[in-house]
Structures are given as structure tokens and as C-alpha cells.
């Protein structure tokens, strides 16, 4: 089930404000910066905002040059992204400029919202999706539905909010401007309540006029068998870590990461590191984290392939390694062939075990890119 890749956009002023109490919209960014925002919005597939920021703002979220327009047209693309919203209420202005410039609309809401919008004519297409607002679902439409694989979400705070906690945030690209709001009843990004216990991973920062923009990637794990956009990061490194390994025509290549609850790496290690032609990823990332370390209970590994189940050179598979460690969830991209193994079902003893396994197919190309030269063995 992809989703889009969903990338959070905001300024905020230094004591950490969206805006001010104020009727008009506070320009947090300057110029040079809001032609940042332009080219964002010209990158990707579709813009979302919250109906609070609707009924705020009254934006009109366009690609306002005419060179990325063309661009966009020139790569076959429509000159306006698709443009987003939701609200649960249905209580959303057919007047408002959303409605009337830019690209084609859709309004993701409840039941009860949908039959209020119903009435009220608005120029776009309507989604209930259920007696409740589903960010999944919403996600899941944007991409089968509507195509979508770069979506730009520009705000408000609750908006934000949500997706970051959900662990739907692929990115945040964050805007600091060098002013006060100091109003308590202003908006802020994110609200209290609880959010990923450690330290989301700077990608960038970068000084833009008088704002610092920052970028950074939320590392947190899922929970369960719910997988996060941190999920697919984590698993798109161990795949990389595969390409490390030195190369073999008896076993496969395999990357593995041991990540904590709060979004720490723990260890990372990969088929035949350090020159032992038997050790295998998860083996090589687990032997470098104390044993009984109180963190691997709620950590998970990420492995390329998945643990194997059963070996011919060690007493134990990783499968059982793993479990052993007293880890208790295991993301992977691509279930284990037959190439060395009939049969092998590591996902089946982990599950066995009472562990959560989560299989992001979507990496499965990533993960067997590595062992192409095996593919002939079966
Ligand atoms: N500085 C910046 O970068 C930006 C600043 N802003 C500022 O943010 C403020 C608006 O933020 P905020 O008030 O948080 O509004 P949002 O834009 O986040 O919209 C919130 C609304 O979206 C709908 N909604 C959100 N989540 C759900 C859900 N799970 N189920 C159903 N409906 C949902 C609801 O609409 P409904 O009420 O219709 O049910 C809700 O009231 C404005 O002051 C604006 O200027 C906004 C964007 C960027
Ligand atoms: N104030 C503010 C932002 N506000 C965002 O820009 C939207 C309006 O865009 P437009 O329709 O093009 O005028 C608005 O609704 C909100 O999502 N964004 C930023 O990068 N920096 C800022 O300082």
C-alpha cells in the first residue's frame, strides 16, 4: 500500500508561531524564500492544506512562474498541481479563491462533511472517506486514485500536526523567520501531546535572505504491523547497505539497521562484514549492541531479505537471533526464494514468536538489486 511521499511545509517565527491573531496573513518568509515555495510546489504532484488554512488565508496555492509551468507542461505534467484539502465539517466557502484558480480540486472528508458540501456546490470532487477522517485512506486515494507521488503539505498546525504524529511525514521542511508573534492565541506548528521520543534526522539547512530553512526526516519506527514513512527510510538504507557487501556466488547480500523505539540507530552491518564469509546482516548488526541492552525490546530491524529461518554453518538463524535479542519487530523488503533454501519461512518463525513483520514490497527491487548474479540459480 504506497503512499505518496509527503513532505511538510511551514515557517514559524521564533517563539514558534504560524501566524499572528491579526486578520491578514502574517509573511513569515521573505521573497527570496517564497520563490523556494514556488519551485516546492512546482516539484510535486499535489498541494493540501486544512480548511482552517482556507478560511484563514484564503490562498490560492498556484506555481506563480510561468518558466516552471511550462517545465511542468514540458514533462507532461498539468501547469497547476492538484490541489487538497480537508475538513470535516463540510463548512468550506464556494467562494473561496482555492476553488477558483490553479488545478483541479478535491476535498477529502466524513460523511456527515459530504453531505454538507453536497449542497453547497463547490467546484471540486468530494471523498468521504467514513464516519471519521482516515489519513491512510486519504493517502492511499491520492496515490491509486489520483496519481499522486509527491504531495506538499502546506499547513495549518492541526494538519501538520496529524501526519507528523501518525508517522505519515516523509520530510519537514521547516522556516525560521527572525520575528516575534508573542500573541499565546496565535497558532503554532504542533500542538502538545505526544510525539517521537528522540531526535528527527537533519537533512539540510540552508540560509535563504534573513530565514533559515531546515529539513529534516522523522526516524521514528512504526508500531505493529503499521508501517511509518520512517519505516520505508530505514528500509531503503538497509537495502543500501546491501550493495556493501563483498561479493558471492553462494549466499545472498543482505543489509540490516537495528533502530530503537525513539528513532536511535542502535547498529547496522551487512552480509560478510569484516571479512567473515559466513556472517550474515542481522548477525553482524545485533553482535554490535550489548546483549540485555534495554532498548532492542522496542526496537526493530530492518533487513533487506528476510531473516533466514534455518542454517546449515551457524547454531542459530537470525530469525532466532533476533528473537533471542528480545526484538519484537522486523521490517523487510523481499521474502526469501529458493535460491539456497527450500521453503525457508523466517517471517513465519518470527510470527510464530509473537512478532510483528512488515513487507514493504515496494523496496523488493532495491533489495534484490545486490544478488542479480543468483537470480539463474533458482
Ligand atoms: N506559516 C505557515 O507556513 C502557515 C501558516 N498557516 C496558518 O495556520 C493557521 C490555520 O491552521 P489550523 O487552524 O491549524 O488549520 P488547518 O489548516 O490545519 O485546518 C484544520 C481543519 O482541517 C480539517 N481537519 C484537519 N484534520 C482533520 C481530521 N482528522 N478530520 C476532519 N477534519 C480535519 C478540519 O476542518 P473543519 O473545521 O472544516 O472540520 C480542521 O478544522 C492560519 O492562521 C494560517 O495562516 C497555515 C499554513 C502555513
Ligand atoms: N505565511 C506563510 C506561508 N503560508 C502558506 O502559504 C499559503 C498561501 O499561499 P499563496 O496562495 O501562494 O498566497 C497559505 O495558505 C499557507 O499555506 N507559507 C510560507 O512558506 N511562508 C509564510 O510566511
Not at 527572525?178 to 539547512?205: C, I, M, N, T
Not at 519506527?221 to 537495502?239: E, F, I
Not at 546482516?281 to 529461518?309: H, N, Q
Amino acid at each position: 500500500m504506497p503512499f505518496p511521499h509527503v513532505l511538510l511545509s511551514a515557517a514559524v517565527s521564533l517563539d514558534g508561531y504560524l501566524d499572528d491573531t491579526g486578520p491578514e496573513r502574517l509573511l513569515l518568509s521573505g521573497p527570496a524564500d517564497f520563490d523556494r515555495v514556488d519551485e516546492v510546489r512546482a516539484s510535486v504532484d499535489a498541494i493540501l492544506v486544512g480548511a482552517g488554512t482556507i478560511r484563514a488565508d484564503n490562498p490560492r496555492l498556484l506555481v506563480n512562474s510561468a518558466e516552471r509551468r511550462a517545465g511542468r507542461v514540458a514533462a507532461g505534467k498539468p501547469p497547476y498541481p492538484l490541489k487538497v484539502t480537508v475538513s470535516g465539517s463540510g463548512d468550506l466557502d464556494p467562494a473561496a479563491k482555492f476553488w477558483h484558480t490553479g488545478g483541479d480540486k478535491v476535498v477529502y472528508t466524513t460523511e456527515d462533511g459530504a453531505r454538507r458540501l453536497k449542497a453547497s456546490d463547490l467546484a471540486a470532487d468530494v471523498v468521504p472517506l467514513g464516519p471519521e477522517l482516515d489519513w491512510r485512506a486519504l493517502l492511499t486515494h491520492l496515490h491509486d486514485v489520483r496519481g499522486v507521488r509527491r504531495l506538499m503539505v502546506e499547513g495549518g498546525g492541526t494538519v501538520h500536526t496529524q501526519l507528523l504524529r501518525q508517522g505519515l511525514a516523509d520530510e519537514l521542511q521547516l522556516v525560521l523567520a527572525p520575528l516575534f508573534v508573542g500573541a499565546p492565541d496565535a497558532p503554532r506548528l504542533f500542538g502538545p501531546g505526544p510525539y517521537q521520543g528522540g531526535r528527527l534526522r537533519l537533512l539540510e539547512s540552508r540560509t535563504i535572505g534573513d530565514v533559515v530553512l531546515m529539513r529534516y526526516e522523522p526516524t521514528a519506527p512504526g508500531v505493529g504491523g503499521t508501517a511509518s514513512a520512517a519505516d520505508r527510510h530505514w528500509l531503503a538504507l538497509a537495502c543500501e547497505l546491501a550493495a556493501l557487501c563483498p561479493p558471492s556466488r553462494t549466499a545472498f547480500s543482505v543489509g540490516a539497521v537495528v533502530v530503537a523505539q525513539d528513532g536511535t540507530e542502535l547498529a547496522r552491518g551487512y552480509s560478510r562484514e569484516g571479512g567473515d564469509p559466513l556472517a550474515h546482516a542481522e548477525e553482524a548488526a545485533l553482535a554490535k549492541i550489548a546483549p540485555g541492552d534495554p532498548r532492542l525490546a522496542g526496537a526493530t530491524v530492518y533487513s533487506s531479505l528476510e531473516p533466514c529461518a534455518q542454517r546449515a554453518s551457524r547454531p542459530r538463524p537470525c530469525a532466532q537471533l533476533i528473537l533471542d535479542a528480545g526484538v519484537r519487530r522486523v521490517v523487510t523488503a523481499w521474502r526469501e526464494p529458493d535460491t539456497f533454501v527450500a521453503g525457508a519461512d523466517g517471517s513465519g518463525v518470527l510470527a510464530r514468536a509473537g512478532a510483528d513483520v512488515v513487507v514493504l514490497p515496494e523496496y523488493a527491487a532495491a533489495a534484490k538489486a545486490p544478488n542479480e548474479h543468483l537470480a539463474e540459480r533458482g
